[in-house]
């Protein structure tokens, strides 16, 4: 039996099944299908009911509309634009040239309660409109806290479309007046090559009026998502059009309704309150603004301290805590600046470079305890970067460099700055008989041209897949000055990303103080929803919750560790012992330690720039004796960066 | 030409007329599709009664949003993707009211279609092996000759999973129906 014959098969099948259905009414015409519109559509609430004289009046208005409507509609019946109104309830209507309606349909289930069994078609789009309007009003849809109406107007002619949209919005506010409503109106062109729009709107089931609108404020602020825009209303996405400015494709009148929400000053009480209990922390200035974050529309109170810049989010609905953070403010010591900018390039021109032409990257930097403006400029195609000291105006030159070898117009003869320099072709050369590599394990080399420590040098980079050589080349004589060998970070950090794609980094670090501990650091993003709050009023989770929570299964799963059993109670990886207490975790059939985090030590939580938390770092106890003292007197000890062996597995 | 136009589907035109305010054209709309619809709504509801409200409200749709369509793409894909929306929210609305358990026991107890002939009980059963996903693939393929990226379109998955998966259910089917034999 081949796949062809059972397609055939299936497609028999099918095709028998799709017999037996009997379709209903088969004889169908297309005015049942009108019929059956109007029969699909439930009544309207109950509500309604008491206000019986508005309907009345509303009804009156509209059998005049039907009757002069039914006379016009045999003349003309062709659409011209569409105007859809949202404010919950989202109702479409089509008109022809001469703005009547041709067509109404709910695109909701609250429109369709709106429209009840109302007939509008034939009625000029004033009556319509206020007809929807009236009954929006009455049964509560267009309230005091839910103002907000959105109208998209589709008519391919720019003219046209905007008189239509003038004509709606005097409309609306002028009815609205009438009621002592104040209302926000925003109106909006539709394109009809908005495709994009027109996605959205079939995925979430919303207006395209609504669509547009959630991917103008998408644009606007990436942190938003189309998907979790689609939930809100009209009168929250007003809010958010309004809060951040954003453009959109016509006019917003009026403002939307934050009667819903607390005030920003009770938001703010509730911050300072927090901070307060919670933190300690006694706050005067601070800034608030109107957002929506993580499905919930929120104040965000930020403020700063001396040394931290400070941010709690309450939610806008109930008050509560949401989240809190902070991140460290770098501030310049306090010294007198007698340096100005201006002064800068008078300070260059002393150096004997004519400085009038160049072009200045100047910022004004925290260095070694006074403040030097770092200055950055190309000058005969060189790259210097200077740092000036703004109390005193002396210079230090930093770095003298070509400018790299991204800019096709660095000449690499230097023979204008040098006389007889070795050439580019024969320091490389130099470079990879001192690293002892092939030229085929070269995966990638980098040539820079610089002044460093009084001499001319070049600095090549060479790497391969396991290693970054960095040789230094006098570049009057050729003498190597200097030669580095360190793991290549691209490779190690790919080959730790392990299976969960959360691993960030991983470093074993010998403590420079020679206290006879390594750390070793893992810094990883957040894993949401486990990073989620605790009890709702710390935005973080504690490091005692951490770790008993996530960090066996985390690090099982993740195996860090693969290393060789020594001694009982000890693993080599990679030449140094490590000492573990508990050997519960190593697993003996594999030769494997999978977890130590028994001997870890809580240090400072990691954070992002933004204060947002990021991860900790760990120390792990290591016996002294058992490997060379060089460990301990460096930063990050080449030796002690771990690649597991099997990396490769890993990318 | 000649060849041109017998291989443009006439619901093409139909939708089209349908979005310019042409009402009488939906009928043809209703005519051509109307089984497949109610064979694919079947599939996704498992329900003959709920298929047949999923079609009603089918064609309601594309009446209101027929401007959406492209004249020149396929029709039958725009109007099968409007079916498996309309019968996702009628099993939306009907988990409010009832859990899935009692939906499930209830919707087996209304079986349909009941075939004759030995080779159709065969693949009756057969089908029964695959899971409703692949269920739902496989008619989409063979019955309503979707392509396979217009069937990834359709039920939010990628091509390749779908190729993938259809490829599968062949492979069970074959499976069990030389089993059978």
Known sequence: ?651 | MILFWNFTDPCDIAITEVARGNKNALELVYREYGRMIISVAYQITGNLCDAEDVLQDTMIRILRLSHTYKKGTNPKAWVLKITKNSAVDKINSKKHALSFEEITEQEKSQFAFEPETDEFILIRDALKVLSREEQLIVKLRIYADLSHSEIANMIGANTASVRKKYQRALEKLKAYCEGGR
């Open chain 1, 1 to 651: 039996m081949t796949n062809s014959d059972i397609e055939k098969v299936l497609k028999e099948y099918y095709t028998a099944e799709a017999d037996s259905f009997v379709l209903p009414k088969d004889d169908i015409v297309a005015s049942d299908f009108e019929n059956k519109i109007i029969a699909a559509v439930p009544k309207r609430k109950g509500i309604f009911n008491c206000k019986v004289v508005a309907t009345l009046v509303a009804c009156a208005v509209l059998l005049l509309g039907v009757f002069v409507g039914m006379y016009i509609r045999k003349q003309n019946n062709a659409v011209s634009s569409v105007v859809s109104i949202d404010v919950n309830p989202s109702v479409e209507i089509k008109l022809n040239k001469n703005d009547v309606v041709v067509e109404v349909a709910a695109l909701n289930g609250d429109g369709q309660d709106i429209i009840g069994d109302m007939v509008l078609e034939g009625t000029d789009v004033e009556s319509a409109l206020d007809a929807l309007i009236r009954i929006m009003l009455e049964n509560g849809y267009i309230t005091e806290f839910q103002n907000s109406v959105l109208i998209s107007v589709e008519n391919d002619n720019n003219a046209e479309n905007q008189d239509l949209r003038k004509k709606i919005i005097s409309i609306i506010s002028s009815l609205l007046e009438n009621e002592n409503t104040k209302c926000a109106i925003i109106t909006q062109r539709v394109e009809k090559s908005d495709a994009e729009a027109y996605a959205l709107a079939e995925k979430f089931g919303i207006s395209i009026g609504k669509a547009q609108t959630i991917l103008s404020l998408c644009s606007n602020n990436s942190n938003y998502s189309a998907e979790a825009l689609a939930k809100l209303s009209i009168n929250e996405l007003t809010l958010l059009l309004e809060n951040a400015n954003a453009k959109i494709n016509g006019e917003l009148s009026g403002s939307a309704s934050k009667k819903m929400y607390i005030t920003a000053l009770a938001a703010k009480n509730t911050a300072i309150e927090y901070l307060r209990t919670a933190h300690g922390l006694d706050i005067k200035n601070h800034r608030i603004s109107f957002d929506f974050d993580n499905e919930r529309m929120v104040y965000f109170v930020t403020f700063e301290t001396e040394d931290y810049e400070y941010y709690v989010k309450v939610g806008a609905v109930d008050g509560h805590i949401l989240g809190f953070g902070k991140s460290e403010i770098e501030y310049l010591p306090t010294v007198d600046i007698k340096i100005k900018e201006k002064d800068i390039k008078e300070i260059i021109s002393t150096m004997g470079i004519p400085a009038d032409d160049l072009v200045l990257s100047v910022k004004l930097r925290h260095s070694e305890g006074a403040v030097a403006y770092v200055v950055e400029f190309v000058y005969k195609k060189l790259m210097y970067e200077l740092e000036i000291n703004a109390a005193n105006g002396e210079v230090k030159v930093i770095k003298w460099e070509s400018e790299g070898n991204t800019d096709s117009e660095v000449s690499t003869d230097h023979s204008d700055l040098l006389e007889n320099p070795i050439t580019e072709e024969e320091a490389l050369e130099k470079a990879i008989y001192k690293s002892k590599l092939t030229p085929e394990d070269i995966t990638n080399v980098g040539i820079e041209f610089e002044y460093d420590n009084g001499k001319w040098q070049y600095e090549i980079v060479l790497e391969d897949i396991h290693y970054e050589y960095k040789i230094t080349i006098n570049a009057e004589n050729g003498w190597i000055l200097d030669y580095e060998r360190g793991w290549n970070e691209k490779y190690r950090k790919v080959a730790l990303v392990g299976t969960t794609g959360n691993v960030y980094a991983f470093k074993m670090k010998i403590k420079p103080e020679g206290t006879g501990l390594c750390g070793f650091t893992e810094v990883y993003k957040p894993m949401e929803p486990k990073f989620g709050y605790v009890d709702g009023s710390i935005g973080e989770l504690s490091f005692n919750d951490w770790i008993t929570k996530y960090t066996e299964e985390w690090f099982e799963e993740n195996r860090l560790f693969v290393g060789e059993l020594i001694a009982d109670g000890q693993i080599e990886i990679n030449g140094i012992y490590i000492k573990y207490i508990y050997n519960s975790t190593y697993d003996k059939e594999e030769n494997q330690l999978l977890l130590v985090y028994n001997q870890l030590t809580e240090e400072e939580p990691v954070r992002e720039e933004d204060g947002s938390f990021y991860g900790y770092y760990f120390l792990l106890e290591l016996p002294k004796e058992n490997y060379p003292e060089e460990y301990f007197t460096s930063g990050f000890g080449r030796g002690m960066d771990y690649v597991p062996e099997d990396a490769t597995k890993y990318y």
